[in-house]
């Protein structure tokens, strides 16, 4: 940042909030910073998760990017029956979402969890974290008929995550596994079919309104 002895700026870790931190020592190599004075508490996310399935590269950046930005607190790349992607770039995509965090006046940078089988983390899910299932298959329906177990999604507290499937959607095996949890609820996300990019802002933003930290 060619930022020379003297100089402030803004510091977070994602533990201890925001701070003004004073440059002390600056050489090309590295340099020392003091943090002076908090200038932001520490601002956590609701206990919201994404699950999603990588699609193309930037449209994978872009999920993490918008993820952050929503308010998740942490986002799991998964790999569905339809997924295309066997391998994603872990450390670019956090180094995306600690971008998106600085970006947005975060403090706090959800971990980009590895990638993992769908049906694995589902055989070790804990059944208190609800899952908003948005499935292509209820396209069109009403919001208030797409869910088991409340009238509208996201209505119970707790922790929750969002579960997005690839381009391809999901398949027969998987649908019908999920759909028999009594811890995931089903939605649509309007008439249309949306592109997974898409699909995983607009979850965010209902989940966000109807349980998280924008009411
Ligand atoms: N190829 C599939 C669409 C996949 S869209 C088809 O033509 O049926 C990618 C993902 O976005 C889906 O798996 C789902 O999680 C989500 N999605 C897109 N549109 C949706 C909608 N109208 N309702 C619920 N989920 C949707």
Same mark, same amino acid.
Request: charged share 25%; hydrophobic share 40%; proline share 7%.
């Given at each position: &940042?060619? &930022?020379?002895?003297?100089?402030?700026?803004?510091l977070?870790n994602?533990?201890?909030g925001?701070?003004?931190?004073?440059?002390?020592e600056?050489?090309?190599?590295?340099g #020392? !910073?003091?943090c002076?004075?908090?200038?932001?508490?520490l601002?956590?996310?609701?206990?919201?998760w994404?699950?999603f399935a990588?699609?193309?590269?930037?449209r994978?950046d872009?999920?993490?990017?918008k993820?952050?930005?929503?308010?998740?607190?942490?986002?799991?790349p998964v @790999?569905?029956?339809?997924?295309?992607?066997d391998r994603?770039?872990?450390?670019?995509l @956090?180094?995306?979402? +600690?971008?998106a965090?600085? @970006?947005?006046?975060?403090t706090? +940078?959800?971990?980009?969890?590895?990638?993992?089988?769908?049906?694995?983390?589902?055989?070790?899910?804990d059944?208190?974290?609800?899952? &908003? &299932?948005?499935d292509e298959?209820?396209?069109g329906? %009403?919001?208030s008929?797409?869910?088991?177990?409340? %009238?509208?999604?996201?209505?119970?507290?707790?922790?929750?995550a #969002? =579960?997005?499937? %690839?381009e391809g959607?999901?398949?027969p095996?998987?649908?019908?596994?999920?759909?028999?949890l009594?811890?995931v609820?089903?939605?649509?996300l309007? %008439?249309?079919? =949306?592109?997974?990019?898409?699909?995983?802002v607009?979850? !965010?933003?209902?989940? @966000?309104l109807?349980n998280?930290?924008?009411?």
């Amino acid at each position: &940042m060619r &930022m020379t002895a003297g100089g402030v700026l803004s510091l977070f870790n994602g533990k201890d909030g925001e701070w003004d931190a004073e440059v002390v020592e600056a050489g090309k190599r590295g340099g #020392i !910073l003091v943090c002076r004075a908090q200038t932001r508490p520490l601002q956590l996310p609701p206990d919201l998760w994404l699950l999603f399935a990588p699609i193309k590269k930037a449209r994978t950046d872009f999920i993490v990017e918008k993820a952050v930005e929503m308010g998740a607190a942490r986002v799991l790349p998964v @790999q569905t029956d339809y997924t295309n992607a066997d391998r994603i770039r872990g450390d670019r995509l @956090q180094a995306h979402a +600690v971008e998106a965090a600085e @970006q947005c006046g975060g403090t706090f +940078v959800p971990e980009v969890a590895p990638l993992e089988r769908l049906s694995k983390l589902i055989d070790k899910w804990d059944p208190a974290r609800r899952i &908003m &299932m948005c499935d292509e298959a209820e396209v069109g329906q %009403p919001l208030s008929q797409g869910s088991d177990n409340g %009238p509208t999604v996201g209505a119970v507290e707790g922790p929750w995550a #969002i =579960l997005i499937g %690839p381009e391809g959607g999901f398949s027969p095996a998987e649908r019908s596994r999920l759909r028999a949890l009594s811890f995931v609820q089903v939605t649509s996300l309007g %008439p249309r079919i =949306l592109r997974a990019d898409t699909a995983a802002v607009a979850a !965010l933003t209902l989940w @966000q309104l109807q349980n998280g930290d924008w009411r």
